[in-house]
DNA sequence: ACGCACAGTCGAAGCGCTTCAACAGTACGC
DNA sequence: GCGTACTGTTGAAGCGCTTCGACTGTGCGT
C-alpha cells in the first residue's frame, strides 16, 4: 500500500503556476478564465491525476453532489422493476455529476435523518412510499430536498412522482369495455402488499373499481401471491370474468400458464391486460396488451425534480404520468 | 426551506461547556474521557441533535466511512441472487458504521477511479468480476483497497472471496455419482455469461467435467438461456442424462415443467440438483437437492475482508467458502 | 491623455472536523 | 514532601477546497 499523499489542488496550481483559486474556477466555470490559462490549468489536471477531495469540496461548498436512494427491499415487491427505477435514478443522476448513495428500508426515518443530518447528501429519493410511510413526517421537518417515488397519505409540503396508476387501471378498463366485455377483475399484488397500504396496489385498484362503475360493468379485485398456485386459484375464482386486468409481474406467466390448462383461450375466450415493465409483456405468450411502467421516466423525472429543488426552483408537488396502452395480442373484443 | 445553519460541534461544546476536542474524544473514544463530562456531552449533542458533517469527518481524519459497491446490471444475471448479495453488503457496512456508494458497472475503471480518486469512499467491493475485468488492472494501481467478489484470472495483489463454484459443481457430481448415475449433464447460465468470461460459471462448468471425469462418468455441459424454450430444448437434447445438474436460478422451474412434460419423473427417472439460493431450491416442485449460494456471507465476508484492508491487517488474497450439499427430494439412486 | 469598465487572476479566510503537543490536576511510592 | 505517572482536558494547527474582495492590466469612449 503506497502512502502516498494526494493530489490536491494546490499541486496543481503549482504545476501549472497559477493560483489555487484559479484552478478552482477553472473547474467550476464560476469566473471567466482564459483560455490560455484554462488550457495549462487543464493539462496539470491530466497530468496529475488530480481529482478534487469530495470531502473538502462539500466542505467548502456545502453540497457534496450526492444523493441517497432509499431502496426498500421488501416482500411482495417484483426485483426487476425496482432495479429498473434504480437504474434509471443511477443513470440520471451520474449524468448531472452525482452519486448515489444507498439506503435501505429498514433503517427507516432514523437512517434519512443520519444521512441527511451529515450532509453527506445533497438530497434524497425514497421508492417504494407507503401511503402512512413513517419517514414521511421526518421528512417534512429535514432541511434537504426529497423527492417521493410513490404517493403519500398526506403529500403537503412533499414532492411526489410516480405513474397515475388509477389512470393506468381505468385505462385498462376502458380498453376491454370498448372490446364488449363487461364482467372484469383484477389480479393485484400479493395480499401483504395492500396489508403495507402501499399506495401503487390500492390506487390500481380504486381506478379500476371507479372506471368500471363509471361504465357501467362489474368489476371484482383480488390480490394474488406470486405462486402458480395463487394464480390458478384466482383464476378458478373468477370463471366468469372475460376481461383480466393483471397488476403483479411476477404473477402475469402464472395467470397465462393456468388460462391454458383450464383450456381457456387468450384472447378468444378471455382477454388479458397487463399492468407491467414492457419485457414482461412482450415475452408472454401470446404478447400481452400493456399499461407499461416507465420506470426510466419516472426515475429521471424523479432525479430531475430533486435537482430543480436544490437549484431553488419551484416544484409541482404531485407530478403523476400518464399512463399509455400499448396494444399487443392479448385482447380482443367478445363475441 | 428553513435556513438553518448546521449544529457544528463548537455548539455542542459551547452547550456542554467543553472545547470541541473533547466532544470530539467522546466520539470517537481515542482518549479517556471522564464519565461526567462524557454523560454533560452526550444529552448536549441529543439536545441539539448533532450529526457530524460527513465532509468535515472525512477531510480531517482521511477517512470517508462509505464503501463503494459496483453492482452489475448485466444481461443474464439473476437479480434475485444480485440483490441478496448487495443486501447482504449493505447490512454488514452498516453495521460497521460505514455507508455504501451505488457504483454501476457500466461506469467501469473509469467510475472506480473517479470515486476512489476523489476519497469519496475509503474502499470498494466489485461485484460480479469477469475473469478478464477491465476494472481490476485500475484496482490494482488505486491507492484504495478493494475486495472482488468473484474470481480474476490474475488474482495477484488483489482479495478476492466467492464460493467454491468448482468445489459446488464437483459436489453435484459426486453426490450423483454416489446415487449410482454415470450420465450427468449440466445446464449452465446462458451464452453471453460464459462469452463475457464470468467467472463462476466456467468455474462450475470446469468443476463438474473434472470431477466427473475423476469418477469415469460422463458429463456434457450447455448453456441455457432463461427461457422456457431454451430449458426444453435444452432437456430434450440429453435424453439419456439421468442426472442433471442446474446452475442457473432463472431456468430451474422451467427444466423441471419440462422434464414433467415429457414424461420424465423426478426423482424416479431422472435426478435433478441445483445451484441456486435456496428460496428457489424449496420453492420448487419437488424440492430440489442443492447447493446454495451463500450471499449473505459471501457479502459479509467481503465486507468483514475490507475493514481488515483498511485497518492495515493482512488479509488471504481468495477466500473461497467451501460448498454445502443440502440433500431434498429431487435425487434418488438410479435402479 | 484620462478615467472607466471589465476580463483575468490572486491571496486569504473559513467550512467543521481530528489530532497533536501541552498542560493542570490527582494519586502514589519513596 | 518531591518526583513520577497517570488521567482528563484544552487550544491550535491543518485537512483541501470554495469564494469573496481586491488587484492588475487592457481596450474603449471622450
Given amino acids: 500500500m503506497t502512502r502516498d499523499r494526494m493530489v490536491t489542488i494546490t499541486d496543481v496550481a503549482q504545476h501549472a503556476g497559477v493560483a489555487a483559486s484559479t484552478v478552482s474556477y477553472v473547474l467550476s466555470g464560476k469566473r471567466t478564465i482564459s483560455a490560455t490559462t484554462r488550457a495549462r490549468v487543464l493539462a496539470s489536471i491530466r497530468a496529475l491525476g488530480f481529482h478534487p477531495h469530495a470531502g473538502a469540496r462539500s466542505l467548502a461548498s456545502n453540497k457534496a453532489n450526492v444523493i441517497a436512494l432509499a431502496l426498500p427491499l421488501r416482500q411482495g415487491m417484483h426485483l426487476p422493476v425496482l432495479m429498473q427505477f434504480a437504474t434509471a435514478v443511477l443513470t440520471a443522476a451520474r449524468a448531472v455529476d452525482h452519486d448515489v448513495l444507498l439506503l435501505t428500508a429498514d433503517e427507516g426515518a432514523a437512517g434519512v ?11 434524497l429519493i425514497l421508492m417504494d412510499v407507503e401511503t402512512h410511510d413513517p419517514r414521511v413526517p ?15 397519505a398526506e403529500s403537503d409540503g ?102 391454458r390448462t383450464m383450456g381457456r383461450r387468450v384472447p378468444e375466450d378471455v382477454s388479458v391486460v397487463a399492468i407491467c415493465p414492457d419485457e414482461v409483456a ?36 404531485v407530478t403523476l404520468l400518464p399512463p399509455s396502452l400499448r396494444l399487443r395480442s392479448s385482447t380482443a373484443s367478445i363475441h
Fill in 113 to 123: 435523518r443520519r444521512i441527511a443530518g451529515s450532509a453527506m447528501v445533497d438530497g
Fill in 138 to 152: 421526518t421528512l417534512r421537518e429535514l432541511a434537504r430536498p426529497s423527492v417521493l417515488i410513490g404517493l403519500p
Fill in 158 to 259: 412533499l414532492t411526489c412522482v410516480d405513474l397515475d396508476f388509477a389512470a393506468a387501471g381505468a385505462a385498462c378498463v376502458e380498453h376491454l369495455v370498448q372490446l364488449g366485455h363487461t364482467e372484469l377483475a383484477l389480479l393485484g399484488a400479493p395480499q401483504v402488499v395492500y396489508d403495507r397500504d402501499t399506495g401503487f396496489a390500492r390506487r390500481t385498484r380504486d381506478g379500476v373499481i371507479a372506471a368500471a362503475h363509471a361504465a357501467g360493468v362489474t368489476a371484482t379485485a383480488r390480490p394474488c401471491d406470486s405462486t402458480y398456485a395463487a394464480a390458478l386459484a384466482a383464476v378458478r375464482a373468477l370463471p366468469h370474468a372475460t376481461g383480466l386486468i393483471v397488476h403483479n409481474e411476477a404473477v402475469v406467466d402464472h395467470v397465462l400458464t393456468a388460462l
Fill in 282 to 317: 412482450e415475452r408472454a405468450t401470446p404478447e400481452l396488451t400493456s399499461v407499461p411502467i416507465p420506470a426510466g421516466e419516472v426515475g429521471g423525472r424523479a432525479v430531475e425534480l430533486l435537482m430543480s429543488k436544490l437549484a431553488g426552483e419551484p416544484v409541482p408537488p
